[in-house]
């Protein structure tokens, strides 16, 4: 019953703006860090940003000023703000959840199904 259930993505113009959202189900974070994840056709698939249990955050320097990570305890649900995006930015993201802050993919054991977010230049 455990499940991350992502959503936002969507078709967006280059400069723009997306906020995906992962929501659990089944489960509460606790002391999971959440990260974000995302890969392009041909690539593999790299880590983006993550916050730890107490809202500590990390990012790849590719989005550094341009994304922010956030979590409301409340609803249990994670969020990318994705801002001036870039089509570069093209991929799918998925959320996923470790027990250490980290940003190596290996670290994360439950993951979101991916939303699609397409960046038109």
């Known amino acids: 019953q455990v499940q991350l259930v992502e959503s936002g993505g969507g078709l967006v113009q280059a400069g723009g703006s997306l906020r995906l959202s992962c929501a659990a189900s089944?489960?509460?974070?606790?002391?999971?860090?959440m990260g974000w994840f995302r890969q392009a056709p041909g690539k593999e698939r790299e880590f983006v940003a993550a916050?730890?249990?107490?809202?500590?955050?990390r990012y790849v320097d590719s989005v550094k000023g341009r994304f922010t990570v956030s979590r409301d305890r409340a609803k249990n649900t994670v969020y990318l703000q994705m801002n001036s995006l870039k089509h570069e930015d093209t991929a799918v993201y998925y959320c996923?959840?470790?027990?250490?802050?980290?940003?190596?993919?290996?670290?994360?054991?439950?993951w979101g199904q991916g939303t699609q977010v397409t960046v038109s230049s």
């Open positions: 996923a959840a470790a027990a250490t802050f980290d940003y190596r993919t290996e670290k994360y054991q439950l």
């Open positions: 089944g489960r509460t974070f606790g002391l999971y860090t």
């Open positions: 916050i730890s249990w107490n809202g500590d955050t």
